[in-house]
């Protein structure tokens, strides 16, 4: 007995493939399916590619969404950057620096500058915080406060960790897991920021390195929406087709696998589906409509929002890393 799948497409000839979103992890699929002769339907809602990864575009200037350093120890995700920019990838040297009570601080710490910048006392503080922290540390470590206050002392945790952190996720830093602190911040400590200031800063083995103590990075000549313009332009000349201004609508579905998606009005079937779309919105899609369960758990996912002001200053070399 042949499944509906093997009826529709005889031996050897090509399968429909259906992705929701045209931003990096979407076109990522694509660019993919693309390498082994797969062609692609991709839906993407915005007028343009690259979700947050993107660069807008302002009378000729080029805008990015947020900060996006390309960095990875994975030879296969740079091997991509590196087929779809060539030249364009280039490498920028770091600046990163902390805005704290009117003063600039070197990122990752400089001792000297932290020292200069906190001055005396302010720095004993923060020392014997360091001390206490590694004599009588939190048990359980549960919490991102817990987690980073064992490794750099509650005062550092106070002054460099707590209030950017809440301010970027909109939780409590004793609401974040200690398991998502060791993810994000894996191998960072007090120590390993001492030994990174205090070691002949050299090229660094990116295999070794802590991520969080890169002195340089990979960049799109032209912002990140480069990047993913580029490998729109690919995936296309392959025979993918990227749809923009089509919001998913709705997802039919039954047991076991999903059978088309209808986006602008239009119904489009498939033999296999990829959505990037966010897990609420893709719950809310589904038709006929998931476990009340499901929904309740989708509704109770929240999404950061933020704004973006953008300057267009006069002069050169302005910023020594973009």
Not at 149 to 161: E, I, K, T
Request: net charge positive; glycine share 10%; charged share 25%.
């Amino acid at each position: 007995m042949k499944s509906n799948n093997e009826q529709r497409h005889p031996a050897g000839t090509a399968k429909l493939v259906l992705i929701i979103g045209a931003g990096p992890a979407g076109l990522t699929a694509a660019y993919e399916l693309s390498k082994s002769g797969v062609t692609s339907t991709i839906l993407e809602s915005d007028t343009v590619v690259g979700g947050i990864s993107r660069t807008g575009e302002y009378k000729g200037y080029g805008f990015d969404v947020g900060g996006h350093r390309f960095f990875t120890k994975v030879s296969l995700v740079e091997k991509m950057w590196n087929d779809v920019l060539g030249d364009d990838l280039i490498t920028r040297p770091r600046l990163s620096r902390i805005y704290y009570r009117g003063k600039f601080f070197q990122y990752p710490i400089e001792p000297m500058n932290a020292l200069m910048g906190l001055g005396i006392f302010e720095s004993i503080h923060c020392g014997v915080s360091y001390v206490m922290a590694q004599l009588f540390p939190e048990k359980p470590e549960t919490n991102f406060e817990a987690w980073v206050s064992n490794r750099f002392g509650r005062r550092l945790f106070q002054v460099f960790f707590k209030s950017y952190t809440e301010k970027v996720w909109g939780i409590p830093c004793r609401e974040i897991g200690a398991d998502w602190a060791a993810q994000r911040i894996k191998g960072l400590s007090f120590k390993s920021l001492i030994m990174d200031a205090l070691r002949p800063k050299k090229k660094q083995d990116k295999s070794k390195v802590i991520k969080t103590l890169i002195n340089e990075f990979l960049y799109p000549r032209k912002g990140p929406g480069m990047m993913w313009t580029r490998t729109r332009d690919i995936v296309e000349s392959r025979g993918s087709k990227v749809i923009m201004q089509t919001r998913a609508e709705k997802i039919r579905w039954e047991p076991g696998r999903v059978i088309s998606v209808t986006a602008g009005g239009v119904e489009y079937p498939a033999d296999h589906f990829i959505s990037t779309m966010p897990i609420r919105d893709l719950f809310n899609a589904l038709d006929p409509a998931p476990p009340v369960a499901a929904l309740s758990a989708g509704r109770d996912l929240k999404y950061r929002d933020f704004l973006t002001t953008c300057l267009i200053c006069k002069g050169t070399n302005l910023f020594p890393d973009r």
